[in-house]
């Protein structure tokens, strides 16, 4: 098949087309490099089935393909928020853009939405069906209420003029290529610790996450575009660790003796947030396999290549 990947030089989009292009697919890579790289698209660049084309989705494009995964966006908070409206504008235009060629195409469409839509949730896991409790002016909203419009956009291009979806709510996901800077506290742990410095806690830590390893998760983006199932479906890992676990972790990795620091908690930081994952077992026979330490441990060596082995 031909498949379009949007955001495809970003952290989930390479390792897609790492997939993608591995099953023997022809692969059209397009980004505007804003937090996405070259570097980790490198290896397929001379590959006869890999196609690359720097493109704002804000703009219209004409493209013959047969798959579009559309994960143009910038992930993390840092990013999102340097320029708020780019991020809607990427979310509401570029979404609708990209909708519009999968209806011209007849291409099958698959939306990175994001565990985000719930919000602050206030049900524990969260399951699909939960509506989220999201503050529509805070400082993420460009990105929470960009993402529940893109959902809402999906599925009306679905009712209203039969264009094929698929839409999968990505919950807190690492590995080996998330940027260096991005601020989110997998990377920001790592960093801290390879550099030898106190890895900062927001609050006490004992808020809540769950990682999924990057694998992971691409296994369920490829299990949900390849079956009959709509969405919205949870992909994430359910294993609920708390942050000060987490830096704990990273610590005990890298560096035993480094500090563990804590400032003052983020406005609209998710004091919990777990996939209720039962739609992905029954409808796709996907749970995670990764445990963290196996992950963290990839996502370490990965780091130490980038940055050079500065202190430990
Ligand atoms: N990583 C996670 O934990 C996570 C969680 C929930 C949802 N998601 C979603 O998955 C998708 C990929 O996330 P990621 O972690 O790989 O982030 P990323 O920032 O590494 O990748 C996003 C990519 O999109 C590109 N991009 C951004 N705006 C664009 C635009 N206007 N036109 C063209 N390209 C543009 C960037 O250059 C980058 O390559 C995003 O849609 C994100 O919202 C990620």
Partial sequence: MRILVTGGAGFLGSHLIDRLMTAGHE????????????????????????????????????????????????????????????????????????????????????????????GDPDVHPQSEEYRGNVNPIGLRACYDEGKRIAETLAFDYYRQNKVDIRVVRIFNTYGPRM????????????????????????????????????SDLIEGFIRLMNSDYVGPVNIGNPGEYTILQLAEAVRDMINPNAEIIHEPLPSDDPRRRRPDITKAKTLLDWEPTVPLAEGLKLTVEDFRKRMGDATI
Avoid at 54 to 67: F, G, S
Avoid at 80 to 92: E, G, H, M
Avoid at 180 to 201: M, Y
């Fill in 27 to 118: 692969v059209i890579c397009l980004d505007n490099f804003y937090t996405g790289n070259k570097r980790n698209i490198l290896q397929w660049l001379d590959n006869t089935n890999f196609e690359l084309i720097r493109h704002d989705i804000t703009e219209p494009i004409r493209l013959e393909v047969d798959q579009i995964y559309h994960l143009a966006c910038p992930a993390s908070p840092v990013h999102y928020q340097y320029n708020p409206v780019k991020t809607v504008k990427t979310n509401v235009m570029g979404t609708l853009n990209m909708l519009g060629l999968a209806k011209r195409v007849k291409a099958r469409f698959f939306l990175a939405s994001t565990s985000e839509v719930y």
């Fill in 179 to 214: 940027l260096e800077n991005d601020g989110r506290v997998v990377s920001n742990f790592i960093v801290q610790a390879l550099q030898g410095k106190p890895l900062t806690v927001y609050g006490d830590g004992s808020q809540t996450r769950s990682f999924c390893y990057a």
